[in-house]
């Protein structure tokens, strides 16, 4: 089953406006990471947050956690037609002896019109 | 570096049928994921191995199956194909993967796109 769900499910900015998208889960976590996806391709890692961070910057990329709400936003600024993509976050947990490997949400569809 | 591969890039295959998909990871890295990517279901985990041993399982039928080789290659199988297995397969490598809080990068590659008909 999902852990994250992602809001929006689809979003169309302008290009060179910010681009918002929340992702929000169940369980306790160790850390959540976003991914980027074109096209029903590969998954390109874009950045990680522990469970103990609240905020974390990466080039035009700024995502924040809030433990307390069990969420997290993905903030890209200044988008460009490139960033057209869809976008995942996923979390980790912890289950007895072993990990759960990456539960991911359903992802938001991200359009930058030129 | 060379990036993860995946073969076959696309697959047709009908009913009953069993499939093999491969995936090499990046030099190094021990650890390789599956994952499954349907319209329906999104993105499911469907194991981790490292080291040539399955360290997690994911919430999937016994017909899947998956191996890693000495050489960190690894195999998933898909026998008794239904037309819900239709998907992309995805496979991502990493140093350690998924391990408690040791958690690591997970680089994917383009996946293999099952049609199952």
């Known amino acids: 089953s999902q852990q994250g769900e992602e809001d929006p499910q689809a979003l169309s900015i302008q290009e060179g406006e910010n681009a918002t998208m929340n992702c929000s889960y169940k369980t306790s976590i160790n850390n959540l990471q976003w991914y980027r996806q074109n096209s029903g391709r590969g998954l390109v890692h874009l950045i990680l947050i522990r469970s103990n961070e609240r905020e974390k910057h990466s080039g035009r990329l700024r995502v924040t956690l809030d433990t307390s709400k069990k969420s997290s936003s993905l903030l890209i600024t200044a988008s460009r037609a490139a960033d057209t993509a869809s976008y995942f976050c996923a979390t980790t947990g912890y289950s007895g002896g072993g990990a759960d490997g990456l539960t991911f949400g359903k992802g938001t569809h991200l359009i930058i019109q030129p | ?117």
């Open chain 2, 1 to 117: 570096k060379a990036g993860v591969t995946q073969t076959p890039r696309y697959l047709i295959k009908t009913r009953g049928q069993q499939v093999t998909l491969s995936c090499s990871p990046i030099s190094g890295h021990r650890s390789v994921s599956w994952y499954q990517q349907t319209p329906g279901q999104g993105l499911q985990f469907l194991f981790e191995y490292f080291s040539e041993t399955q360290r997690n399982k994911g919430n999937f039928p016994g017909r899947f199956s998956g191996r890693q080789f000495s050489n960190s290659r690894s195999e998933m199988n898909v026998s008794t194909l239904e037309l819900g297995d239709s998907a992309l397969y995805l496979c991502a490598s990493s140093l350690f993967g998924v391990w408690g809080d040791r958690v690591n990068e997970q680089y994917f590659g383009p996946g293999t796109r099952l049609t199952v008909t």
